[in-house]
Every structure is written in C-alpha cells, then in structure tokens.
C-alpha cells in the first residue's frame, strides 16, 4: 500500500510542482503563398530534395508534395506517415504486419523523396 501511494506521489509530483514533462513541438511550415508550387522555394531552399523527388517515381507520377506532407498549417507533417501511404501503397503498408518489420515504417528502407531502390540491399 505504501509503495503505491508513494509511486502516486512520484508520478504528481512534476505536475503539482508545474515541470511537467516537455512534449516535442511540432515542426510548423513557415507562411507561403499557398497558390504557389512548394518546389519554388524548395528549389532553393532544399535543392537536393526537388531533384531527389523530380527522379524519383513520385515526381515522374506528379504526386505532389501535399499528397505526403499535407498542405500547409496544422496539417504539415515534415514526415509522411505510413498513413498517408496507405491510398496508394496499401498492399505494401499491410507488408509493415511482419514481425520483421517491428518499429519500421517506409523510410526505414526508403530513402525520403528517392523512394526508388531501398537503402538496404540495393533492390527495388
């Protein structure tokens, strides 16, 4: 019984003391002119990333950027989720069920915006 009151009070105590455990802040895009491509800014702003992505089966396929990413504002997400691969990938995100797969997602073998060969092995 002591031991539960006493886990108890550990576990308050950052609160009642007002350190509450830091949460991670969310990366948030800078404003933009949304009517603009992002590949405009990012062409100088991250040039490697539109050219990794114009190779890559993404760009020959002109899937943009708000696909993966979301559109700018609360739903930006710096990295895609395996949600987001889900509407066009599904068979392959279901593949993430195999116990060799734990704690993995896409980008654990695919490099970001390349999404060509993995990073492991070589293969496609």
């Known amino acids: 019984?002591?031991?539960?009151?006493?886990?108890?009070?550990?576990?308050?105590?950052?609160?009642?003391?007002?350190?509450?455990?830091?949460?991670?802040?969310k990366v948030v895009h800078p404003d933009v002119?949304?009517?603009e491509a992002c590949?405009?800014?990012h062409r100088e702003v991250t040039p490697e990333l539109v050219d990794a992505w114009y190779k890559s089966r993404?760009?020959?396929?002109?899937?943009?950027?708000?696909?993966?990413?979301?559109?700018i504002g609360p739903e930006f997400m710096r990295r895609a989720p395996v949600s987001r691969?889900?509407?066009?990938?599904?068979?392959?995100?279901?593949s993430l069920s195999n116990p060799f797969f734990k704690g993995k997602d896409c980008f654990s073998c695919h490099a970001g915006h390349?999404?060509?060969?993995?990073?492991?092995?070589g293969g496609q």
């Open 39 to 41: 590949d405009v800014c």
């Open 58 to 71: 993404h760009g020959l396929m002109n899937v943009k950027c708000f696909v993966c990413h979301g559109t």
């Open 114 to 121: 390349e999404l060509n060969p993995h990073k492991i092995g």
């Open 1 to 25: 019984m002591k031991g539960r009151l006493l886990i108890g009070l550990l576990v308050l105590l950052p609160f009642v003391l007002g350190a509450a455990p830091a949460k991670k802040s």
């Open 33 to 35: 002119d949304t009517e």
């Open 85 to 94: 691969c889900v509407g066009c990938h599904k068979d392959k995100v279901e």
